[in-house]
């Protein structure tokens, strides 16, 4: 982990300059300097180690791609002609023109999207930026309102010809049919990359799908996964919470197999688009991989002692009943190796407890600052079986 030890290294004097920071929700921590925030996540996550009772690992080594300029997607509000973030003093929408925790292709599509006028008060708006620079809007908004954008035409047609755009909470595709827009399915395209070592992959999803926040701040988590899972040669594993494939691809490029277990249906076709347009060359990946739908914080009919590792990547909620079948096994058929990775230490930490109590120790922890100037974090950890 040496080269990435040295990647994810950071200039600890650096301070953000924002002329709302008295007023942005968005970041807590942009008085500080950029060390003293990666500090900060350091302790607090120790903290919560020794609350619950655990030994943390000999250091946490906080990874950084940088203290600003990460984002590659803004999910942002409309509220009476003002686009932005809610205000710290009260529940208003503050107008945000300018943010330097965007990166420099997104802060351009928002300068560009803020010119629109919108004909109705209020929305939720996710603006996104791709691998190779193309621009996404999703426009999560009432159904009335979407009906006001499909009549009055010229925003969409504006819109459509710098940016794809998906429409409410179904992500349907407006499409122009010659005379009226229609909504259409929801499509699949490249909105963000993953990486097998040095290669970066192009994953299909949607606007509107969950991905890590930051192209560049995800090399790193990418890598941390990869460099983990080679560690254990020959790995069969199982991952909870795949999604479009992030996570299962850098682990895949060096696992004998996975299986994977998700229950968003429209991740799990992107992740599907993403395996049939793999490279010729990464084609017999494929072969290695085996999907499942289905809610595995209820249940899960997968049998642990068919897997040397875990790859874990949860929602907030963390993993709950996933977790039983392991606890109900004997020790030794348990999985050797346990890989956690989660922006929501809290529920890590619950887990945790569980898992030492069925005999893993956490070897390793990274804390991955892709959400820099703000108090999140993003935490990956690697337990072993005793
Ligand atoms: C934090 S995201 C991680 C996604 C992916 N690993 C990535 O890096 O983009 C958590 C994932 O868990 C999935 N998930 C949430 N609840 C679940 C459940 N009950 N069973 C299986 N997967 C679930 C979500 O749909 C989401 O894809």
Same mark, same amino acid.
């Given at each position: 982990?040496?080269?990435?030890?040295?990647?994810?290294?950071?200039?600890?004097?650096?301070?953000?300059?924002?002329?709302?920071?008295?007023?942005? =929700?968005?970041?807590?921590?942009?008085?500080?300097?950029?060390?003293?925030?990666?500090?900060?996540?350091?302790?607090?996550?120790?903290?919560?180690?020794?609350?619950?009772?655990?030994?943390?690992?000999?250091?946490?080594?906080?990874?950084?791609?940088?203290?600003?300029?990460?984002?590659?997607?803004?999910?942002?509000?409309?509220?009476?002609?003002?686009?932005?973030?809610?205000?710290?003093?009260?529940?208003?929408?503050?107008?945000?023109?300018?943010?330097?925790?965007? =990166?420099?292709?997104?802060?351009?599509?928002?300068?560009?999207?803020?010119?629109?006028?919108?004909?109705?008060?209020?929305?939720?708006?996710?603006?996104?930026?791709?691998?190779?620079?193309?621009?996404?809007?999703?426009?999560?908004?009432?159904?009335?309102?979407?009906?006001?954008?499909?009549?009055?035409?010229?925003?969409?047609?504006?819109?459509?010809?710098?940016?794809?755009?998906?429409?409410?909470?179904?992500?349907?595709?407006?499409?122009?049919?010659?005379?009226?827009?229609?909504?259409?399915?929801?499509?699949?395209?490249?909105?963000?990359?993953?990486?097998?070592?040095?290669?970066?992959?192009?994953?299909?999803?949607?606007?509107?799908?969950?991905?890590?926040?930051?192209?560049?701040?995800?090399?790193?988590?990418?890598?941390?996964?990869?460099?983990?899972?080679?560690?254990?040669?020959?790995?069969?594993?199982?991952?909870?919470?795949?999604?479009?494939?992030?996570?299962?691809?850098?682990?895949?490029?060096?696992?004998?197999?996975?299986?994977?277990?998700?229950?968003?249906?429209?991740?799990?076709?992107?992740?599907?688009?993403?395996?049939?347009?793999?490279?010729?060359?990464?084609?017999?990946?494929?072969?290695?991989?085996?999907?499942?739908?289905?809610?595995?914080?209820?249940?899960?009919?997968?049998?642990?002692?068919?897997?040397?590792?875990?790859?874990?990547?949860?929602?907030?909620?963390?993993?709950?009943?996933?977790?039983?079948?392991?606890?109900?096994?004997?020790?030794?058929?348990?999985?050797?190796?346990?890989?956690?990775?989660?922006?929501?230490?809290?529920?890590?930490?619950?887990?945790?407890?569980?898992?030492?109590?069925?005999?893993?120790?956490?070897?390793?922890?990274?804390?991955?600052?892709?959400?820099?100037?703000?108090?999140?974090?993003?935490?990956?950890?690697?337990?072993?079986?005793?």
């Amino acid at each position: 982990m040496a080269k990435l030890l040295k990647k994810g290294s950071f200039n600890r004097e650096e301070q953000a300059s924002c002329r709302l920071h008295n007023l942005c =929700s968005g970041c807590q921590y942009l008085d500080l300097p950029y060390g003293t925030q990666c500090d900060l996540k350091k302790d607090q996550l120790l903290q919560l180690f020794t609350e619950f009772g655990l030994s943390s690992p000999g250091s946490i080594q906080v990874l950084s791609a940088g203290s600003a300029s990460l984002r590659d997607r803004l999910d942002f509000s409309l509220e009476g002609g003002r686009l932005g973030l809610y205000r710290k003093d009260r529940r208003e929408v503050l107008d945000i023109s300018e943010c330097s925790q965007l =990166s420099p292709a997104l802060q351009s599509w928002l300068s560009q999207f803020r010119k629109i006028k919108w004909p109705f008060q209020k929305g939720s708006i996710r603006l996104r930026v791709g691998p190779q620079g193309q621009k996404g809007v999703w426009l999560d908004f009432a159904n009335i309102d979407i009906k006001t954008l499909l009549d009055e035409k010229t925003i969409l047609h504006e819109l459509q010809k710098e940016a794809f755009v998906e429409i409410g909470q179904r992500r349907k595709v407006p499409v122009w049919t010659g005379s009226e827009f229609k909504l259409r399915d929801p499509e699949m395209h490249v909105w963000f990359q993953t990486w097998m070592n040095e290669r970066p992959v192009d994953l299909f999803c949607q606007v509107a799908s969950f991905t890590q926040p930051s192209l560049r701040a995800n090399k790193i988590i990418c890598d941390v996964i990869n460099g983990w899972v080679q560690s254990f040669p020959r790995s069969r594993l199982i991952e909870f919470g795949s999604g479009i494939g992030n996570l299962t691809l850098p682990a895949l490029a060096v696992a004998e197999s996975l299986t994977a277990c998700e229950i968003d249906a429209l991740s799990l076709e992107g992740l599907q688009k993403t395996l049939e347009n793999l490279p010729a060359d990464l084609q017999t990946l494929r072969k290695k991989i085996e999907i499942h739908r289905g809610d595995f914080q209820k249940k899960l009919m997968q049998d642990f002692s068919q897997f040397d590792g875990v790859l874990a990547n949860p929602p907030r909620s963390g993993l709950m009943n996933f977790l039983n079948p392991l606890e109900e096994l004997s020790p030794e058929k348990r999985p050797p190796f346990f890989i956690y990775m989660s922006c929501f230490p809290e529920s890590l930490v619950k887990d945790v407890v569980r898992l030492k109590n069925c005999g893993y120790d956490l070897e390793e922890v990274y804390i991955v600052d892709q959400f820099p100037q703000t108090s999140h974090y993003e935490v990956l950890a690697l337990l072993q079986r005793k």
